[in-house]
């Protein structure tokens, strides 16, 4: 049972455009969802998080916009850069187990110039 | 501060061996999970290990298990291999459970089963 659901698959923005992921969870006993960006050979790196009971949370570039009602998140990245080119999983968990992450399946961004 | 470190990176074993990979968490950092990550599978969680007990476990057959040692380093073991275990094998490690501190991730180890 997928309990978090991603879209896109893939994605290809042009330099200075606006990528946008989004998350869709079933589970309502969730109540923090991180963002995760991973490059080749390399593990997954905490990009930015959110609680449930925050609508938008931005740092830098990265803003996370929740909507709890209908069970949704999405990460825009803003001005996007070719060096923003990675796999972005969106995840979630529940308070007292933190460690354990449920993932979505990724997304794949592509920046181009 | 010295990250997760997983060794070794890079594992060529045959099908119906077993593999130990290990896992080094941040220092400080008692809690120490698993995640398979495979193309088809995506991140899939394995196990958690807080203070040398499991304290949480996925969906995953007994052939894979895992200890804690009383440092906090972690190993993973996958005993009788089949073609179907290749996959990014990655650890993560966190300050405390019960508590919504991030989880950081090492390299991983490329487990391929040929």
């Known amino acids: 049972q997928q309990q978090v659901k991603q879209s896109p698959q893939s994605l290809i923005v042009q330099k200075g455009g606006i990528s946008i992921i989004n998350c869709a969870y079933e589970?309502?006993?969730?109540?923090?969802f991180p963002w995760y960006q991973q490059f080749p050979g390399k593990g997954p790196a905490l990009l930015i998080a959110?609680?449930?009971?925050?609508s938008e949370k931005k740092e830098g570039r990265f803003t996370i916009s929740f909507n709890k009602s209908a069970k949704q998140f999405s990460l825009h990245i803003m001005d996007s850069q070719p060096g923003d080119s990675a796999t972005y999983f969106c995840?979630?968990?529940?308070?007292?187990?933190?460690?354990?992450?449920?993932f979505g399946t990724g997304t794949r961004l592509q920046v181009t110039l | 501060k010295a990250g997760v470190t997983q060794t070794p990176r890079y594992l060529i074993k045959t099908r119906g061996q077993q593999v130990t990979l290990s896992c080094s968490p941040i220092?400080?950092?008692?809690?120490v999970s698993w995640y398979q990550q495979t193309p088809g599978q995506g991140l899939q969680f394995l196990f958690e290990?807080?203070?040398?007990?499991?304290?949480n476990k996925g969906n995953f057959p007994g052939r894979f298990s895992g200890r804690q040692f009383s440092n906090s380093r972690s190993e993973m073991n996958v005993s009788t291999l089949e073609l179907g275990d290749s996959a990014l094998y990655l650890c993560?490690?966190?300050?405390?459970?019960?508590?919504?501190?991030?989880?950081?991730f090492g390299q991983g180890t490329r487990l391929t089963v040929v």
């Open positions: 995840a979630a968990f529940v308070t007292g187990t933190a460690s354990k992450l449920t």
């Open positions: 290990y807080f203070s040398e007990t499991q304290r």
């Open positions: 959110i609680r449930p009971d925050v």
């Open positions: 589970n309502t006993a969730f109540d923090y």
């Open positions: 220092s400080g950092h008692r809690s």
């Open positions: 993560a490690s966190s300050s405390s459970q019960g508590f919504r501190t991030e989880a950081f």
